[in-house]
């Protein structure tokens, strides 16, 4: 009870003290509620009632006279001397002087669109474009096909690689990849980075055992300027001046890329060393055996007089070049090739250039125990099939695809080939085995069909027999219906989708004119896929089983790996 009065009278207490406070706040110097900005209302609102025409009215009569309307556009007309008849011609005046001065700022637009920018069309509307194919007086062979588009690829094939080097050019195609777009004889090759950054273009050049590609990939108003500097870089490189040497240069390049190369570059090169290797005691490294990286104990024996040599007797041989073009009009094309190549008719003795001996398949094994970052121990396990003329070219990419695979870590998602064979029977099934992929290597005469894998060096003789029992399974039981009709949608869709890009088209139609004379449309590709049959794949994997295996293996510890002879046992 006396805590509950306590409570009572500290409350009033409290109650009369805000009371207070509140009083004195309300009588200090501060204006009465009726006078402050928002004061609280206690009458109803006035509503008036006005209609749209009074409201016109009002707005039009003169509220205040400081901005009323002035007949003049002058600012500074203060005193509205400028009657109406002299504020038109000044409004004309200005209207003059601004068309005049925006019709010599945008000259440059025109209603009609310049000749190089293909027309804005619906697709429906537009020419389906084909492959048009034209030789020069000289025998150069210009092929291209457009594709509407704002930017072209244009580029130089030549019918030579690192097969066609002696014993004293090993290197040779290399260097003169690693050599192509830098100095010439009229640019250096400082100049040449920073025009080709003008004219928005980027220049590209591979090699290979069997050919050589040059391109540029440029906006089309630029191709007359890119094809100038193609020509350069072919006819008129400059490889020494005075004391500095561009292939002093390249060559400490190579030093280095030897030093960390990829172990699966050292892979594929055991493969065609082995594979192709010497046949008969003290004979010759054949074609196909030859390294297509320049080793290092061949690096003293090339220099510019070398490098310019072999490129005079097997590079400028116009029976062997095409000139490729995917963005570009055939009828342009042809005119600048005319333009710029028509002047080479071939170097040293054409009868002797780019010579092709065939290569016979040997069979063998190449180990190469180094140290590798992640510690695994590589395998590659492939057998020989026909070369680009065979007939089994497009069942052997079908079969290529059906096994798949990759590495064991992949993020997913359409189109990564989880269901192909080797992913779900290889690394989905071991845990060791960190990739397993299918893989091709074709040339004119022969090709390799093999899959290579990665695990711990103690697991790389399972990587092997594991290896091994896939190519018996494929050759003594039938592919199931559902891994061929996948298999054949993968391969259509792949190519397909990559020949969406510019830059894949190009060097699809080169290589393909360069290879066989004429291109193979998209159409008949995919009605020869769609053909293969599973007696195709069973029939391909008997025959390559029935001749020597070929092993390439690369890593820390080799030593587990089983030898060929002992895999060949296996296949019987």
């Not at 400028?82 to 004309?92: A, T």
């Not at 007086?137 to 457009?146: K, L, P």
């Not at 070049?321 to 055939?330: D, E, T």
């Amino acid at each position: 009870m006396i805590q509950r009065k306590l409570l009572a009278s500290s409350s009033a207490l409290a109650r009369q003290r805000l009371s207070g406070a509140s009083t004195r706040f309300l009588s200090s110097s501060s204006p009465p509620l009726d006078q402050l900005e928002y004061p609280l209302r206690t009458e109803a609102p006035i509503v008036t009632r006005t209609t749209a025409a009074e409201a016109a009215s009002s707005a039009s009569s003169e509220k205040h006279p400081k901005y009323k309307l002035r007949t003049t556009t002058d600012p500074f007309d203060d005193s509205n001397t400028i009657d109406v008849g002299q504020r038109q011609s000044i409004l004309s005046q200005q209207q003059k002087t601004i068309s005049t001065k925006l019709d010599k700022k945008l000259h440059a637009i025109q209603t009609v669109p310049p000749s190089h920018v293909p027309p804005n069309l619906p697709h429906s509307s537009l020419t389906v474009p084909h492959t048009l194919t034209t030789t020069l007086s000289n025998g150069i062979r210009v092929a291209s096909q457009e594709t509407y588009g704002q930017v072209c690829t244009i580029g130089l094939l030549v019918d030579v690689g690192s097969r066609h080097e002696t014993k004293n050019e090993v290197g040779c195609n290399h260097l003169l990849e690693l050599l192509a777009f830098r100095s010439t004889k009229f640019q250096s090759s400082v100049e040449i980075t920073s025009r080709m950054d003008e004219l928005g273009g980027v220049t590209f050049a591979a090699s290979s055992r069997e050919q050589m590609m040059y391109c540029i990939d440029i906006l089309r108003p630029n191709v007359r300027e890119a094809m100038k500097l193609l020509r350069d870089t072919v006819m008129y490189p400059k490889l020494e001046d005075g004391l500095y040497s561009e292939v002093e240069e390249v060559k400490r390049i190579v030093e280095y890329q030897t030093m960390d190369m990829l172990p699966e570059i050292a892979l594929a090169e055991g493969l065609q060393i082995a594979g192709y290797g010497v046949i008969g005691n003290g004979g010759e490294v054949q074609q196909l055996g030859k390294p297509h990286f320049c080793p290092l104990e061949a690096l003293p024996n090339l220099n510019a007089q070398t490098i310019n040599d072999f490129r005079n007797e097997h590079l400028l041989n116009p029976s062997g070049m095409v000139i490729a073009g995917a963005g570009i009009g055939h009828d342009e094309l042809v005119l600048l090739s005319n333009e710029f190549f028509s002047e080479i008719s071939g170097g040293g003795n054409p009868n002797e250039a780019n010579r092709t001996v065939p290569s016979t398949y040997t069979g063998g094994e190449f180990r190469f125990q180094s140290p590798t970052i992640d510690g695994f121990t590589r395998v590659a396990l492939a057998f020989e099939l026909g070369g680009w003329h065979s007939d089994d070219l497009v069942p052997t990419c079908v079969l290529q695809t059906l096994l798949g695979g990759g590495n064991s870590f992949s993020a997913g998602g359409p189109g990564k080939g989880m269901y192909s064979r080797l992913y779900r029977e290889v690394l989905n099934q071991y845990y060791w085995a960190e990739r397993a992929e299918a893989f091709t290597s074709f040339h004119s005469e022969s090709g390799l069909l093999g899959i290579s894998g990665s695990s711990i060096p103690n697991k790389s003789r399972d990587m092997t027999r594991v290896l091994a029992e896939h190519f018996y399974k494929l050759a003594h039981f039938y592919v199931t219906d559902e891994e061929l009709d996948r298999a054949r949608n993968m391969l259509k869709c792949n190519v397909l989708t990559q020949l969406e890009s510019r830059l894949v088209l190009f060097e699809d139609i080169g290589r393909q004119i360069l290879t066989y004379g004429k291109r193979e449309d998209t159409a008949s590709m995919c009605r020869k896929i769609d053909e293969v049959t599973k007696d195709d794949i069973r029939e391909i994997a008997r025959r390559v089983i029935a001749k020597p295996p070929t092993l390439s293996t690369v890593g820390d510890d080799v030593s587990k790996v089983p030898s060929h002879e002992e895999i060949a046992s296996w296949m019987k």
